[in-house]
């Protein structure tokens, strides 16, 4: 059996963890577009590449900076926008990091 991998990144005070399995890719001072006024937990969205991303702020709070955004897959399919202050890199499991997403079975297509 093969070790998951995390991806392991700080966000306010919080250090968190995704697995590398849901992570599409690191964007960089990605626009914000404005958030859902229906919605008071909307933090807004990103376009990167075309593609439309929910700003999701682990542990709440306000965005303070999108100088880094990890753009992962949810497990409902949805795209999602993790913002973080500073990455920490990968290991093999998570420690003490706040898992974000579950781990789920990617089947080949």
Do not use: K
Not at 13 to 25: N, Q
Not at 86 to 103: H, N, P, S, V, Y
């Amino acid at each position: 059996m093969q070790a998951s991998q995390y991806l392991l990144f700080r966000s306010g005070s919080d250090t968190c963890a995704l697995p590398m399995s849901t992570v599409r890719e690191i964007a960089r001072h990605p626009v914000l577009a404005p958030a859902d006024q229906d919605s008071s937990e909307d933090r807004g969205r990103v376009n990167v590449r075309g593609e439309i991303a929910t700003v999701i702020v682990p542990g709440g709070g306000e965005i303070e900076s999108l100088a880094i955004c990890i753009l992962a897959q949810l497990e409902d399919g949805r795209l999602a926008a993790f913002v973080a202050d500073e990455i920490l890199g990968t290991q093999a499991d998570r420690r003490d990091a706040r898992l974000l997403i579950g781990e789920r079975t990617r089947s080949a297509a």
